[in-house]
Structure formats: C-alpha cells, structure tokens
C-alpha cells in the first residue's frame, strides 16, 4: 500500500467529523503494520473497497469516544453501547469510505463500490486480510476523544 | 407536506429528520431499504423523497427507477455517500431531481429541499 493513498481517508475523517460532528479531528503520525491489526479500542466499524481496487477502512473508538459521537450527532445523552451506537458508528465509516472513494476515482467515476459496514465490539479479535497487505494507521485526537483510522488498499 | 425518509442506517434516518424539521417537514415516514420505499410509496403519496444508494434488498438508486415506473412524480433527493459525478449524473437520468452528498450540513438539505419546490 503506497502511503499517499491513506490521504483520501484522512481528509474524509476530518471532514466527516467537521460537517457531521460540528467537531475538530486532528491526525497523529501514521504508523505501518504488516500483521494482522487487532483492535486498538472497544469498538471498531469496517467496510470493504471493491472494484478497480481493493481495500478496507476501519475506524476504531474507545467506548467513551463512540457514546460521545452518537450523543453529537443525535443531540442526545447516551452512556453505553447500543443498536444506536454501533449504528452511527458504521454510518460515520460509511460516510468516511465513500468521501475518500471520491477522492480516490476523481471525476473519471473509476468503477469502486462500498460494502455494507461491519460493527465489531471488543479487542479480543483480529482483522485478517490477504496475505502481504499493509495496513496504516494514523491516530486522531478530536473534541469527542481519541480514535483510530486503520486503512488496506491497493489499486489491482 | 409529508416526506419519505430511506436509509439504512437509523441513526442517518433520525438524522435526516431532524433536519426535516429544520425545514417544517415533520410528517415523516421511514424505509429501511429501496424495496420497503417503494411499497411505502405504492401505499401512500409522498410530497418528497429523501433516497440513500446503498441500501440492501434494493439500492436506491434502482427503487427511483422503479417509483419512477410507478408514475410518482413526487421530488426524490439522492442523501448518499456516492460523491462521483458519474453517479449524479447517474441518479439524475433515474429520475432523482437533486443531489445530496454526505457528510452534509443540516442546512444543506434544507436548501436542496428548497430548490426542489422553486
């Protein structure tokens, strides 16, 4: 995975945190891995890139950072990890993937599609992905708590 | 005024209806896919149609051409994370009279609604 590629997703996160959230995310370094990514945080959203290229996006949230995103972006008051959070939480990795798949095809309307988002809660597990792929990491600060962007992509 | 609001997110749903409200649309029905909003709207008649693209059972963009089919020619506004022009383009020619692409700021439905009507 080039490390240019990860840009696209960068600035979709911060813009889907600035338009939806009302709300400043500000990136970390980005890190590298090559073994397969166990969760950093407590609950984590994916979605599959297909098509010209091939790829997954995941977004993982310290419990607190996930409650406190919902609550934003309903208006209400929520403190625990329901339907509504993993919801909003596979909705905003849906807004994220599809405003960096823009970004990706430009205008030309290259042939990408989304899957549907996945929610996976809890760290005792591990994202397998075909064999060789890199997957970078980058870590945001923003005003509703840390969180982390995990990107695999590669054009075929 | 009473608006159909389809996505498959409830949370996007709840969210898009805030925003209706922003625009005194508060007569609100839901659909969770493109199939549930077409039944929706062979039951009942809609003043406006907020559309997502990827939705299982059937896409949105496939439930405009078949509301379309149907004979409603009520306004379907397009709420999707499909940014391509390609795509616009492509749900224009379907039949979707305007364009929203998320992540969008509550004011910007409110004009897309808007400009429907004008």
Redo the contacts between chains.
């Keep these: 995975m080039k490390v240019e590629y990860i840009n696209p997703f960068i600035e979709s996160v911060v ?2 945190f600035s ?2 959230l009302d709300t400043d995310a500000v990136r970390g370094d980005v890190g590298v891995s090559r073994a397969a990514a166990s969760n950093p945080r407590d609950i984590m959203a994916l979605i599959g890139l297909s098509g010209d290229a091939r790829g997954t996006v995941a977004l993982s949230f310290p419990t607190a950072t996930a409650v406190a995103v ?1 609550s934003k ?3 209400i008051n929520t403190k625990t990890v329901d ?2 959070v993993c ?2 939480i ?2 905003i990795v ?2 994220v ?3 960096a ?2 970004k990706l ?5 290259l042939p990408l599609d ?1 899957s ?1 988002p996945t929610v996976v809660r809890g760290r005792n597990f591990e994202v397998e992905y075909p064999t060789k792929s890199i997957w970078l990491e980058v870590t945001f600060e923003s005003g509703l708590g840390p969180f982390n962007l995990r990107v695999t992509f590669e054009k075929l | 005024m009473k608006a159909l609001v389809v996505d498959d997110s409830a949370v996007m749903r709840k969210v898009l209806i805030g925003a209706l409200a922003r625009a005194d649309i508060t007569d609100v029905e839901q659909a969770a896919d493109g199939q549930e909003a077409v039944k929706a709207t062979e039951r009942e008649e809609f003043d406006l149609v907020l559309m997502d693209w990827n939705m299982p059972n059937m896409l949105g963009i496939d439930a405009v051409k078949a509301i379309r089919a149907n004979g409603k020619t009520m306004p379907i506004i397009m709420v999707t994370t499909e940014a391509e022009k390609s795509r616009v383009v492509e749900a224009i020619k379907s039949g979707a009279n305007n364009y929203i692409v998320k992540p969008f700021e509550p004011a910007t439905i409110v004009e897309k609604i808007q400009s429907v009507f004008k």
């Design positions: 813009e889907v338009t939806m919902v972006l309903l208006d339907d509504t919801d909003a596979a909705e849906n807004m993937a599809g405003s798949k823009a095809t430009g205008d030309a309307g989304l549907l």
